[in-house]
C-alpha cells in the first residue's frame, strides 16, 4: 500500500525530503499580499529615497510605519494553510502588540505584547546605565537574533482564513515595522488544532497570592509552552513555587505538579553556579536573560525564562487551568510568599471557538521601568 500524499506540514529531518503539492508564500513589505510575482513592485515606500539612483526593485519597500494608535494588518491569508515561520524587527518593544484571528472569529486567539511573544518579556533591547545590552534566544520554536531579529517556527494551521494585525499604543510617536511571515498553501487535516498565546501580568503579585498563566481555557487540545518574566522585589531567592496544571475539572488539586520554579524551566539549585545566576537558552527550555541592579537607580534584578512543550505537550480534552507560586525564604528556613512583578505568555492549541481573553492591560500597565525605547 502507497503513503498518503504529503501535504507539507508538520516538516521535520525525517520528512523534509518528501515532495508535495503545498504551495510556498512569503507576506512583507515588498509583497503586501503574499501574491505569486508581486514582491518587489513598490514604487513608494520607507526605502525609495536611498534607492533613487536605482529605481523598481531595489529594496524600495523594506518596512512600514505604523502611525501612532493604528492597527495595521501585517497579513490576511485565505486558506487553507499555515503560518510556517515569522520575522520581525525595527521597534521591538511593548507599544506593539499584535493578534492573531483565525477563520472569521471576533476575539483573536493571539493577543500579546510583541517582545513578551517572542519570549523577551523585558525587551531584546535596553539600556543599562548608558549602555544598550541585548537578549537572544536559541530554541527550537522561537529564536531572538542581534540586535533585535524576533523569530518563531511554531506552526500555524487554518482552514479559511488568517489575519495578523499590530497595534501601535504610543499616542505621539509613529513605529517602525521590519517583518517576513512565510506561510504555505495546503489542506489542513481535521485533527490540527489552532495556535494560541494569552499574555498576562501581576505588578505587584499580593501577599500569598497564586500567579495565574492561564485559566477559563475550554476546547480540546495542548498546552505547547511558557514565557515569563520575573521582576524580584526582595532580596534572596525567589524561585521555590511549584508550577500546577489543573486539567479537564480538576478543581482543589492538579493533575501535574512541578517542584520548583527553576525546575520547570530545567535548572536545579537556583541556578547557581560559582554564587551566581547562570544562564542557558537550548532547543526546549532556557533562563536566558538577568538583569541586574546597578547599584544607582535600577532597583530590582529580573529573569527571562521559557519552556516550550514540544516533546511532552499537555494535553485536555475539555479545559485546562495553569498557576505557579512565588515563593522565597524567610527566618527559621520558612517559605516566604513574594509579592514580584509577574509576565507571562501561555500557548497552546486547541480547537474552536477562542473565548473572549481577559481585558488587555492598557499602556501604562505595560510598561518595563527599565526600558529606555532604544528600539
Known amino acids: 500500500m502507497g503513503d498518503l500524499e504529503f501535504n507539507g506540514l508538520g516538516l521535520n529531518l525525517g520528512n523534509l525530503s518528501r515532495l508535495s503539492n503545498a504551495q510556498t508564500r512569503s507576506i512583507s513589505a515588498e509583497n503586501f499580499t503574499g501574491e505569486k510575482g508581486k514582491g518587489g513592485l513598490a514604487v513608494n515606500g520607507t526605502g525609495a529615497k536611498c534607492a533613487r539612483d536605482l529605481g523598481i526593485g531595489w529594496k524600495i519597500s523594506p518596512s512600514v510605519m505604523i502611525e501612532p494608535g493604528e492597527t495595521f494588518t501585517l497579513a490576511e491569508i485565505e486558506g487553507p494553510g499555515a503560518i510556517q515561520s515569522i520575522w520581525i524587527s525595527g521597534y521591538t518593544g511593548k507599544d506593539f502588540i499584535i493578534r492573531f484571528y483565525w477563520e472569521d472569529q471576533i476575539n483573536p486567539s493571539i493577543e500579546v505584547p510583541l517582545p513578551d511573544f517572542f ?20 530554541s527550537i520554536p522561537v529564536v531572538v537574533a542581534p540586535r533585535s531579529g524576533l523569530n518563531c517556527y511554531w ?26 511571515i512565510n506561510y504555505t498553501l495546503t489542506d489542513v487535516p481535521n485533527d490540527c488544532a489552532y495556535f494560541h498565546a494569552q499574555y498576562r501580568r501581576k505588578n505587584p503579585l499580593n501577599y500569598k497570592e497564586v500567579y495565574t498563566i492561564l ?24 524561585g521555590e513555587g511549584e508550577i500546577k496544571f489543573y486539567i479537564d475539572g480538576d478543581k482543589n488539586f492538579p493533575t501535574i505538579c512541578g517542584t520548583g520554579t527553576e525546575d520547570y524551566f530545567g535548572g536545579s539549585y537556583d541556578w547557581d553556579v560559582g554564587n551566581k545566576y547562570n544562564t542557558y537558552t537550548t ?67 486547541q480547537t474552536l471557538p477562542t473565548k473572549k481573553f481577559p481585558k488587555f492591560p492598557i499602556r501604562d500597565d505595560l510598561e518595563i521601568f527599565h526600558s529606555s525605547g532604544v528600539n
Open 155 to 180: 506552526e500555524m494551521p487554518f482552514r479559511k482564513k488568517c489575519r495578523i494585525t499590530l497595534e501601535n499604543l504610543n499616542p505621539e510617536e509613529s513605529k517602525v515595522c521590519y517583518y517576513q
Open 119 to 138: 519570549a523577551v518579556p523585558w525587551e531584546p533591547v535596553y539600556q543599562l546605565d548608558g549602555v544598550d545590552t541585548t537578549a537572544s534566544v536559541t
Open 283 to 349: 532547543p526546549y527550555l532556557g533562563m536566558h536573560q538577568v538583569i541586574k541592579p546597578d547599584g544607582k537607580y535600577y532597583s530590582q534584578h529580573r529573569h527571562a525564562m521559557y519552556r516550550w512543550h514540544v516533546m511532552d505537550p499537555i494535553r485536555f480534552t475539555k479545559d485546562l487551568k495553569v498557576d505557579i507560586q512565588a515563593l522565597g525564604w524567610r527566618n527559621g528556613r520558612r517559605y516566604y510568599p513574594g509579592q514580584h512583578d509577574i509576565l507571562s505568555v501561555a500557548y497552546w492549541y
Open 215 to 238: 485559566d477559563g481555557l475550554k476546547g480540546k487540545g495542548q498546552y505547547v509552552g511558557t514565557s515569563m518574566g520575573w521582576g524580584i522585589n526582595n532580596n534572596g531567592w525567589w
